[in-house]
């Protein structure tokens, strides 16, 4: 099921959480969906979820659109909310047993179904306990399980990994990979690491508004730009080799990282190298080069260089 | 209707799995119990094979029962984030409000159902207008369905449990008695403007075994403005 999101706006009080957001997302895709706190990740997914209806613009699940047929577009997702409600009280088989009634499985099947969740979930230590006596990352398994027990085409999962431990976060990971090849999935987060490892298209969000669509090798590519070299020089004192560095034409900026070292990251201009222009001036004063590497940007830098204005 | 059902059923058992339930039970059967066959104007004081006492008992207990069971049906959802867990299932807006709405009926049903061994003491002891205890029973019932919608609508406007069910007395107690003792103030249209909003006046004319679609019409008039509103805040809801 393709989902189609077209104009979305959606206001809270003077502030548009959402502003004018429109993106596609092709069934069987997994997409990231990133952005800092408050950047509207969360409402668009709310929206996609039929929780909460946008003032302008519309969504195309399946073709269903979420202001006319809600009920149809709800049977085919798998919702996990930012902050994963569950019933506290409830035991984890009772829990998901009333899911399963409320999604419609027939009653012959709710009960290996519930099994196949536990199983895939990893709860099988667990599945007598109440809710609210499992720890975070276990209500977090339950939280998946119960998005996933009706087998939909697309799941939407707001901030899966927060308040998981690493070994969790990964097992977790794996299981979003593993469920990534048969449906189509939506997962937001602001780890980027998490979104690169998992995801096939990211979509960073910031201020209601989408700034990046694309691949994480796109991404890297459109914000490379500039050579950045991480630098060591000794034989010689730090601000003299600072000033006779500075002299190359093709260096744009320099900043110091460690004074003890000697250490220094180099700026080049657009479309310039600097490499060849800083061995020559080290060779002219006698200085001798401890480092030479080349800094490729992280996608935390992109991320921040798009989304700190 | 099925979905109404299960979250009914479900709300139900929560219910009794938070001792909610039992609570409620004891202390109504025991306070309906105490006053009409022990102390006051009990049964063999009164010395007639009715169960007017035991309604009148039941008449302020439940309207004091009632909001306590409701405060948390919504509020209490929105508060833990369970209403968005809930709402993105295939539930609409109106499936949650009648499954929240006949949880709690069906948890009054229960509480009175013990109470059916008074009607069969009573048969007992003397010759009993069985039409006006039935009634009695279908006007308790009605009433509950006012109060219920009253505190639902109280639980979706306050996003707190409690204030929800201090919501909920405060608009109960016009319909209690505030109605009512304005009514024997004022005369003419007003008077008896008030007298028909009084919900003491319908419950009597029922419990005295008269069903005036007057009085049917007040009921579930009440009840379907009120529902309607839940619904109403519910979808317009803006989280």
Excluded at chain 1, 221 to 238: M, P, R, S, Y
Aim: hydrophobic residues 45%; glycine residues 8%.
């Amino acid at each position: 099921m393709d989902i189609v999101v077209e104009h979305l706006t959606k206001r809270y009080g003077p502030q548009k959480a959402v502003d004018n957001v429109s993106f596609r997302v092709k069934a069987g895709e997994v997409l990231g969906f990133l952005g800092p706190n408050g950047a509207g990740k969360t409402t668009t997914m709310k929206a996609m979820a039929c929780f909460i209806k946008p003032e302008e613009g519309d969504i195309l699940v399946g073709g269903y659109s979420i202001h006319d047929h809600p009920e149809i577009i709800k049977k085919n997702i798998g919702y996990l909310a930012e902050n994963n409600p569950l019933y506290q009280e409830m035991n984890i088989i009772d829990f998901l047993e009333f899911i399963a009634k409320i999604h419609g499985i027939p009653k012959y099947l709710i009960p290996e179904r519930i099994l196949d969740m536990i199983r895939t979930c990893g709860l099988e230590g667990e599945k007598h306990k109440l809710i609210g006596e499992l720890s975070k990352g276990y209500q977090q398994r339950v939280g998946l399980a119960q998005a996933l027990i009706h087998d939909p085409d697309i799941l939407i999962l707001d901030e899966p990994t927060t308040g998981l431990d690493p070994n969790q976060i990964v097992e977790i990971r794996e299981l979003i990979k593993r469920i990534g090849k048969e449906k189509t999935v939506i997962l937001s987060s602001h780890i980027l690491a998490e979104v690169e490892a998992t995801c096939d298209r990211i979509l960073i969000i910031n201020n209601g508004r989408i700034v990046v669509d694309g691949t994480a090798a796109e991404l890297r590519k459109q914000a490379q730009g500039n050579e950045i070299l991480k630098l060591g020089v000794q034989g010689g004192d730090i601000d003299h080799i600072f000033e006779s560095l500075f002299e190359i034409e093709t260096i744009d900026s320099i900043d110091i990282i460690d004074v003890d070292k000697q250490l220094f990251e180099i700026q080049s201009l657009p479309n310039t190298t600097s490499v060849k222009a800083i061995f020559d001036t080290c060779v002219r004063n006698n200085y001798y080069i401890t480092e030479l590497t080349p800094t490729e940007k992280k996608l935390e830098d992109i991320f921040r260089i798009l989304t700190l204005h | 209707m099925k979905q109404i059902l299960h979250i009914a059923s479900r709300e139900l058992s929560t219910f009794f799995d938070s001792l909610t339930a039992y609570v409620l039970i004891v202390i109504f059967l025991g306070f309906s119990g105490f006053f009409t066959w022990i102390y006051g104007a009990d049964v063999f004081f009164v010395g007639q094979a009715n169960l007017n006492t035991f309604f009148t008992v039941a008449y302020w207990s439940l309207f004091i029962f009632i909001p306590a069971l409701t405060m948390r049906s919504i509020a209490g959802e929105l508060k833990a984030g369970t209403l968005e867990l809930l709402l993105t299932k295939p539930v609409s807006d109106w499936q949650l409000i009648f499954g929240k709405f006949l949880s709690t009926l069906l948890l009054i049903a229960i509480a009175l159902a013990p109470t059916v061994i008074y009607y069969f003491t009573l048969w007992a002891i003397g010759p009993v207008d069985h039409s006006a205890i039935l009634l009695g029973y279908v006007g308790l019932l009605l009433m509950s369905m006012v109060y219920i919608s009253i505190g639902l609508l109280a639980s979706c406007i306050a996003s707190n449990p409690i204030i929800a069910s201090l919501t909920a007395l405060s608009i109960g107690i016009f319909f209690h008695i505030i109605f009512d003792v304005l009514a024997s103030n004022f005369v003419g249209f007003l008077g008896s403007f008030f007298s028909y909003m009084s919900l003491s006046t319908h419950f009597e004319s029922i419990s005295r075994g008269v069903v005036d679609t007057k009085d049917l019409i007040y009921f579930f008039s009440l009840v379907f403005f009120c529902l309607f509103t839940s619904k109403m805040i519910l979808s317009n809801r803006n989280l």
